[in-house]
């Protein structure tokens, strides 16, 4: 299956089957997370990122992993570790979205997960590094096919599938024309992809701007105000990650050739909780 179909079919899922993570699928996620280049985002900050085996979310060193209720059945986590900047969490965001992809395809359900779990629990699983902290986590399993009512509720509640339209969220130019799917040109896909990949709450807070000879493609993010500060971090930055896994994945299968840059075109904001993150820039 291509990448991009892997990026529609892809959904959180929170009900999974009771079947153990085959000794296979088990092998390949080692693998995986073992293989330091898949930890290094674009601008090579290195994520940290560790596989927790649980028994009725139990681990093995006998700690009680809680996530108040909303996972049911998992049959493992992992568990993302990394500094609290900017750069750091929107690289690491980056990073776990690909691992998320990866396990799609292995056919995996997976579920990001900012808030809701107990950071003091797997704190006790993981080695936390001087001034790194855990950002997220995803439990993970086999889909159960018949119990996903529950799944489906949820998504209802926190509007999962009511994804914003492109004129909400993408531009041409400048904040103030707003960018249709045939003025994208190339683009179109991988903006696309963007504008389906998962975020807290499902806000969706990224804000794309692409120039006028259609080489660049300028990240922002529009902040929701007082989002995740008990927490002590920003959250709404890993989304920022994941869009760029998202827009970059779809180009590489595309050939669509290019590169992340930190180039800010100064354009003029909408208001005062949009930033300016990152640049796609072709070659």
Known sequence: MSLIEIMKKRQSIRTFDTQYITETDYKKIREYINNKENLVGPFGNKGKI?????TNNVSDKGIKLGTYGFIKNPQGYLVGATENSKYTLVEFAYVFQKLVLFLTELGIGTCWMGGTFNRNSFEQEVQLGEGEFI??????????????VFDKALRYVVKADNKKTWDKLFYAETFETGLTKKEAGP??????????????SNKQPWRLVLSADRKVCDFYIEHTPNYSSKLGYDMQLLDMGIAMCQFESACKELNIEGR??????NLKLPNEHTEYIVSWNTY
């Open 50 to 54: 560790e596989f927790i085996q649980v």
């Open 135 to 148: 950002p997220c986590i995803t439990p993970i399993g086999y889909p159960n096919q018949k119990q996903r």
């Open 187 to 200: 683009f179109e896909i991988p903006i696309e992809m963007v504008r389906l990949g998962p975020s807290a």
């Open 260 to 265: 992340w840059v930190i180039e800010n075109p």
